[in-house]
């Protein structure tokens, strides 16, 4: 059985709605640097990486094991969101509401109007006010509403943080983090282009410095592998937000025309790439010569890389899923299971040419999950709950 893991529509996937919802006000910038030894080589390391990053998960990967939640029955759960009109969020939103509806509980889910500290601040004290029994924020840090969340600490409500990082702080026994693994699918893309470069990759990379935890996306996934593991390769950094994303055609423009050579783009997000393929266009480049890798997995963007235009690579995570973890990570800590170390997020993959033909690259394949594999989380989750 397949379960819908990635039912979002549009162009925007999950991680480029954690950029807009973070936004900052950085003008855009520009770094560049150069690998060290072993020029023209690639690893078998990164080949290695490369082949596993690209199958299929036909295994369910059980978080930790069975609980009793036969406590669990009614009350409220809040689910702490950005923006509600934003269909990424409510594809979270939805499945977290069917997770909870299995144990009689009710789930609001409550906007923040674009993640702001305010709008962040009172769906916590909504939630305080109701007399929750959980809290889920997805795409909002500790640091945006602080004293929300130590309120949200002193009544006693398990949290949990998704979408933003794997780790962060809190009571291990009230505090939780669900996320993919960004800095991995970033280093995904990078070693593609290394091992599709022969390991003679330039690399434009995007680092959205939206906040304190994106720009290590690009700083350690991309920047930080091409100088360990690519001695040929070498980076130039663009410092982007959706502040100013006006800018980012130019400036993959001007860098594109100043390195004839550059022929990769790590977009990051899927938000940027429109932007991207403007500039190259600018640029005087086709699709054929320039490869873009972004994190996501949005249908246009996936059917764009079968059809190979500009999409080179896709690091694609199932949202729907890591829904289904979040709520597997509350329920954990309303049991009195205090978390236990970083969760390594199991439903992500690599595309590329080498394993996106065959794929069902419509609606309809897009919603039944079929591009990750065979492995079946909800009936996998429903008997570690008891629920089955």
Known sequence: MLNGRNQSCGLLAACTVLALAL????????????????AGT????VTKAVNAARQPIDTFAAPGPAIDTSKITGGKVYVVVPALEVQDFSVVAN???????????????CGTTGGSPDGVANCLH????????????????????PSGIADVAKAGIPLVNGLTTATGPGAPKLVSY??????KLHSWLTDQFIVDSKGSAHVLAMRTTSNDI??????????????????????????????NQDKISTEVSTSLVSDSDMKYIVAGTNNYIPDVVSGAQAAGRSASETKIGTVG?????????????????????????????????????MVGQPRSGELDFPFQRLFTSANVTGLDLSQKGWSSGSWYGKADYVNGFLKLWGKK
């Open 178 to 183: 669900v996320a993919p693994g960004f800095v």
């Open 297 to 333: 997995g949005a249908l246009a963007v996936m059917q764009q890389l079968g059809q190979a235009q500009w999409v080179g690579a896709v690091a694609a995570f199932s949202l729907p899923a890591l829904s289904w973890y979040m709520s597997d990570s509350l329920l954990r800590l």
């Open 214 to 243: 994106t720009p290590s996306w690009a700083n350690d996934g991309v920047v930080k592998v091409l100088k360990d593991d690519c001695g040929g390769c070498s980076s130039k950094v663009i410092d982007v937000n959706t502040v």
């Open 23 to 38: 936004v900052g006000c950085d003008s855009a910038k520009t770094s560049s640097g150069s690998s060290g030894d072993a």
């Open 126 to 145: 909504q939630a305080i006010n109701a007399k929750a029994i959980g809290i889920v924020t997805v795409g909002i840090t500790q640091n945006t509403a």
């Open 95 to 109: 499945e977290i509401k069917s997770v909870f509806s299995r144990f009689g509980v009710d789930v609001e889910a």
């Open 42 to 45: 690639v690893p078998p390391s």
